[in-house]
C-alpha cells in the first residue's frame, strides 16, 4: 500500500520525529540510571547530547544500512519462493519459541500454585476476573462491568467449567489467547506493512517480559487485542482493495459499511477499537490506481462518500450497542455513555510504569531507536511511505510504548504499535532503495551494450507488431481467363414473383 506525500504527512513526520527523539532521550537515561545509577537525566546535559545526536545517528546508520543493502542486492538475487520460505521458517520459529517458553511458565505457576493457592497466584485487579468467573453450584459468572469485562468473565468461566477452578485453567486460557493473538498480528501486521514489521512484531511480543508477565495476570486486555487484529485486518484489506480499484463503486459502500459495523463493535467493548478509524481515513491519501491500466475509478467524492459511509455505520452500531446495554441494565442512555467516557479518562496515562508494562521499560529503547529511522526514509524513495498511518495511529493512540488507555487501561496496543514502527524502520532501511538499484542496474547494461555496439534494453520489452509483407500467390490450377468473371447475365424472362 502506497501514500501520497501531502502537507499533512510532513506534520506527521515532524511531530513523530521529536517524539522519537525525547523517547530514545528518555530510554538512554533510563539506561545509564540502570547501569551507573545517575538519574535526573543528568544535570539535563546527557538528555540534551541525546537529544541532538539522536537524528544524525540514525541518518547515518540509515545511509549505511541502505548502502551495505544496495551492495548485495546488486551481487545477490534471491528467488521469491526462497524469501517466502526463509520468512515461513523465521515465523515458525518464532511461534514456536514462544510456545516452548509459555508452556515453561505454565508449569513454574502449576508448582507456585501447589506450594501457596491460587488465590496467591495473581495479583492487582487481575483476582477480581478469576474470582467472579469462578463456576459455582449455579454455574453462572457474575458480571463485572460492561463491554469486554463482561465477555472476558463468560470465555473464562467456561473454561473453568471445563478445566477446573485453578489458576492454571486460568494461566492456559492466557496462552491460548497469546498464541492466537501472535499470529494475529502476523497476519494483519503482513497485509498492511510486510513481512519484515510483521516478523519483528511477532517477535517482540513472543518474548516480551510484559506479555509473559499478563499470563499471571488474567484480564481481558489479550481477549480484546485478538478482536482488535481481526478488525485491523477487516479494515486494511479494505483499504488496499478499494485503493487498488478492485471494488465497484457499490460494493465499496457496502464494505465500508461493514467495516465501520466492525470497528463500531470493537469501540463499544472497549473505546480503544475507534482508532482503527485512522486506516479508514488514510484512503485519503492512498494512492489510488485502476486494473490493467485503466484510470482510478475512485475520485476524491467517492472516497469522501465510503470514509463518512464507515463512520456512519460505526457510530450507528456503537449508539445501538449502546442504547441496548442501558436498556437491560436499567439505566439512562446519558448516564452509561457518561460513565463509559469516565472510565477510559481515568484509566489512560501517557506513561506508565506499572506492571506488567514497566517490564518492558529496557526494551523499549530498542523499538524506539529502530523507529527512529522512519524519519530519514521519509525523504527517500521508501516502499510508498507505508508507514504513515502508522505514524499517526502512534501519535493518536500509542504517543509512547508505556500508553494505556481505554476503560480498562490496555497497553498492549502501544508496545504493538511501537514494534510496527520499527520493523517498519528496518524495511525502509533494508529495501528503501530498491528501485534506485534496478534504475542503476539497468543503466550499467545499456551502457556496456552501447560500446560493445550490442542491441540496449527498450523501454516496452514486449515484441512489436511485424511489417506487413506483400506475396505473390501461386496455383497448382490456372484458370482460364473467361470463367473469372462473376456477373452472369440474366435474361429478363428468368426471373420470379413471389405471391
Known amino acids: 500500500m502506497a501514500y501520497r506525500k501531502t502537507k499533512f504527512s510532513y506534520i506527521v513526520w515532524f511531530l513523530y520525529t521529536l517524539l522519537c527523539i525525547v523517547l530514545f532521550a528518555v530510554c538512554v537515561n533510563v539506561w545509564m540510571d540502570h547501569l551507573t545509577g545517575v538519574s535526573g537525566f543528568a544535570g539535563v546535559g546527557l538528555f540534551v547530547a541525546v537529544a541532538l545526536a539522536a537524528p544524525a545517528l540514525a541518518a547515518a546508520l540509515y545511509r549505511l544500512v541502505s548502502r551495505c543493502s544496495a551492495w548485495c542486492m546488486r551481487r545477490f538475487t534471491w528467488k521469491k519462493g526462497a524469501v517466502i520460505g526463509m520468512e515461513c521458517l523465521a515465523f515458525l520459529l518464532i511461534l514456536a519459541g514462544a510456545l516452548l517458553v509459555r508452556i515453561m511458565c505454565l508449569n513454574d505457576v502449576s508448582a507456585a500454585a501447589a506450594g501457596v493457592g491460587d488465590a496467591n497466584i495473581f495479583y492487582g485487579d487481575s483476582a477480581a476476573y478469576f474470582d467472579r468467573a469462578v463456576v459455582t453450584q449455579n454455574g453462572a459468572a457474575a458480571a463485572i462491568d460492561c463491554g469486554i469485562g463482561d465477555l472476558y468473565v463468560t ?205 518492558d521499560l529496557y526494551l523499549i529503547g530498542v523499538s524506539v531507536f529502530a523507529a527512529l529511522l522512519l524519519v530519514p526514509a521519509f525523504f527517500g524513495e521508501g516502499t510508498g511511505r507505508n508507514y504513515l498511518p502508522w505514524m499517526f495511529l502512534c501519535l493518536l493512540a500509542a504517543p509512547t510504548p508505556m500508553t494505556v488507555y481505554g476503560e480498562h487501561g490496555f497497553g498492549m496496543l502501544s508496545l504493538y504499535v511501537w514494534a510496527v514502527l520499527a520493523g517498519l524502520g528496518l524495511q525502509n532501511s533494508l529495501f528503501g532503495s530498491k528501485a534506485k538499484v534496478m534504475r542503476s542496474v539497468i543503466e550499467e547494461i545499456n551502457t556496456a551494450a552501447e560500446q560493445a555496439g550490442e542491441t540496449t534494453f527498450i523501454e516496452n520489452p514486449l515484441p512489436l507488431p511485424k511489417r506487413h509483407v506483400r506475396r505473390d500467390m501461386d496455383f497448382l490450377y490456372e484458370v482460364a481467363e473467361k470463367d473469372m468473371k462473376y456477373d452472369v447475365e440474366v435474361s429478363p424472362d428468368d426471373d420470379f414473383d413471389i405471391k
Open 155 to 359: 470465555l473464562l468461566s467456561v473454561a473453568l467449567s471445563f478445566l477446573g477452578n485453578r489458576a492454571v485453567s486460568a494461566v492456559f486460557l492466557q496462552i491460548v489467547l497469546q498464541m492466537i493473538g501472535l499470529m494475529l498480528a502476523y497476519a494483519a501486521t503482513r497485509e498492511l506493512a510486510g513481512r519484515v514489521p510483521a516478523c519483528a512484531a511477532t517477535l517482540y511480543m513472543a518474548g516480551s517480559s510484559a506479555c509473559l508477565r499478563m499470563l499471571i495476570c488474567p484480564g481481558p486486555e489479550w481477549l480484546f487485542f485478538d478482536l482488535y487484529l481481526i478488525g485491523l485486518y477487516l479494515s486494511g484489506s479494505f483499504v488496499k482493495s478499494y485503493c487498488a480499484g478492485r471494488m465497484p463503486k457499490p460494493v465499496s459502500v457496502f464494505a465500508a459499511a461493514a467495516v465501520g459495523a466492525v470497528i463500531g463493535a470493537l469501540a463499544y467493548l472497549d473505546l480503544t477499537g475507534a482508532s482503527l478509524f485512522v486506516f479508514v481515513l488514510s484512503i485519503a491519501a492512498g494512492r489510488k490506481r485502476g486494473q490493467e491500466g485503466m484510470p482510478a475509478r475512485n475520485g476524491t467524492g467517492m472516497s469522501a462518500a465510503v470514509i463518512l459511509t464507515a463512520i456512519a455505520a460505526g457510530a450507528a452500531v456503537w449508539a445501538g450497542a449502546a442504547v441496548l446495554s442501558a436498556d437491560v441494565s436499567g439505566t439512562a442512555l446519558a448516564v452509561t455513555v457518561s460513565d463509559r467516557l469516565r472510565a477510559c479518562y481515568e484509566s489512560s496515562y501517557l506513561f506508565t510504569g506499572k506492571d506488567p508494562y514497566a517490564a
